[in-house]
């Protein structure tokens, strides 16, 4: 089955300090790849995605970069604001039987940047 | 574009009342649809998902039950709430495409007394 592993955290930073968030995955299939942030008390929204091996998602000043060969999306961010304070989720799909296409999340890490 | 909507925002209800909590997706036909609960601790929970309407899969066992009598509208219900469905309830859409990211809404928070 898929299951996605991301550390759990909670990661605390300073403004303006480098961020990277790992996430390991098993897949049966060819998955595609997500990036989620939760802000307090709010749902989750969609922050980047990578569909094949070597695609690269960015949005907000954050990337990562689907690594076939280590089964791995870490997310990384180079210089960390007060406001990306959230819990981020790192999840898979496969279209591997079926057509629910079910994601498969991590626990979420926990993030705060203090100023 | 797309957009998706749940109510309430927040529900304060007792033990052993019904529940009925609503979401609908605009600007898209034959969205997959998806209930899922966040309990305290973040961890993110399936609770069903619907292909088409009147499709319901169910994950696990429990005393809720979800319906879809429209396209795009998926309503999650109880007859008889427990102290444990307290939580964070999110819908979700995605397209009946391959491999598409899901899309959530804002989440009700109910809290049951």
């Known amino acids: 089955g898929n299951s996605v592993t991301q550390m759990e955290g909670p990661v605390t930073l300073s403004e303006e300090a480098f961020l990277t968030i790992n996430c390991t995955y098993t897949?049966?299939?060819?998955?595609?790849l997500f990036w989620y942030v939760q802000y307090p008390g709010e749902g989750l929204q969609l922050l980047l995605k990578?569909?094949?091996?070597?695609d690269k998602g960015s949005n907000k000043g954050f990337e990562a970069t689907y690594r076939k060969e280590t089964t791995s999306f870490h997310l990384e961010k180079g210089s960390v604001q007060v406001s990306d304070s959230a819990v981020y989720f790192c999840?898979?799909?496969?279209?591997?039987?079926?057509?629910?296409?079910?994601?498969?999340f991590g626990k979420g890490t926990l993030l705060t940047v203090n100023p | 574009s797309q957009t998706i909507h749940q109510w309430p925002a927040t529900l304060v209800q007792p033990v052993g009342s019904p529940l009925s909590l609503e979401c609908t997706v605009e600007?898209?036909?034959?969205?997959?649809l998806y209930w899922y609960r966040q309990a305290a601790g973040r961890g993110l929970q399936l609770l069903f998902y619907?292909?088409?309407?009147?499709?319901i899969s169910s994950e696990v066992p429990q005393n809720l039950s979800a319906s879809r009598p429209q396209d795009r509208q998926f309503i999650l219900s109880s007859k008889k709430l427990l102290l444990s469905d307290s939580g964070f309830y999110l819908c979700?859409?995605?397209?009946?495409?391959?491999?598409?990211?899901?899309?959530f809404g804002d989440g009700t928070r109910l809290s049951i007394l």
């Open positions: 979700a859409w995605s397209s009946g495409q391959g491999n598409q990211p899901q899309h």
């Open positions: 897949a049966t299939g060819y998955p595609s």
């Open positions: 990578a569909t094949k091996a070597d």
């Open positions: 999840a898979l799909t496969t279209n591997s039987g079926g057509s629910n296409y079910k994601l498969t």
């Open positions: 600007g898209t036909s034959n969205p997959n």
């Open positions: 619907s292909v088409g309407i009147g499709q």
